[in-house]
Nanobody, 125 residues
Framework: QVQLVESGGGLVQAGGSLRLSCAASTPTFTRYVMGWFRQAPGKEREFVAAINWIGSNTKYADSVKGRFTISRDNAKSTVYLQMNSLKPEDTATYYC??????????????????WGQGTQVTVSS
C-alpha cells in the first residue's frame, strides 16, 4: 500500500504560480510512474501530467503544456507540479496518483493504483 499526501494548493490570482508537492510513503518510489490529475466541480477527473520513474519522460495534457512542469525527487519520494501562468479554468482539486506499471505513462485515471486526498487550487480572475 502506498500513501500519497499532496500539499501546496491555495488561492492565487490569474497569471500567478503555485507549486504542488506529493510525498509518497514507500521505499520503492522509483517503481512507480507518478501522475497529477484534477477535478473541477461537476466535471470528470482529468489528466494533467505524468512522469516516468527516473524523470526522463513526461506527458502533459494539451491544456497545460508550456505552463505546467512535472518533476520528481526520488531521494525524497516526492513528485512536484510547478504551475505557472495560472488561469481561472485551472481551478480544481488536484490529485497525485501512482501507477505500478512502470513501462508506460498513462493518462487514464483508471490505470493508476494509488491516490492522494487532493489539494484545492483556486485561481481568481
Amino acid at each position: 500500500q502506498v500513501q500519497l499526501v499532496e500539499s501546496g494548493g491555495g488561492l492565487v490570482q490569474a497569471g500567478g504560480s503555485l507549486r504542488l508537492s506529493c510525498a509518497a510513503s514507500t521505499p520503492t518510489f522509483t517503481r512507480y510512474v507518478m501522475g497529477w490529475f484534477r477535478q473541477a466541480p461537476g466535471k470528470e477527473r482529468e489528466f494533467v501530467a505524468a512522469i516516468n520513474w527516473i524523470g526522463s519522460n513526461t506527458k502533459y495534457a494539451d491544456s497545460v503544456k508550456g505552463r505546467f512542469t512535472i518533476s520528481r525527487d526520488n531521494a525524497k519520494s516526492t513528485v512536484y507540479l510547478q504551475m505557472n501562468s495560472l488561469k481561472p479554468e485551472d481551478t480544481a482539486t488536484y490529485y497525485c496518483a501512482a501507477d505500478r506499471r512502470s513501462n508506460r505513462i498513462a493518462s487514464d485515471p483508471t490505470d493508476y493504483d494509488y491516490w492522494g486526498q487532493g489539494t484545492q487550487v483556486t485561481v481568481s480572475s
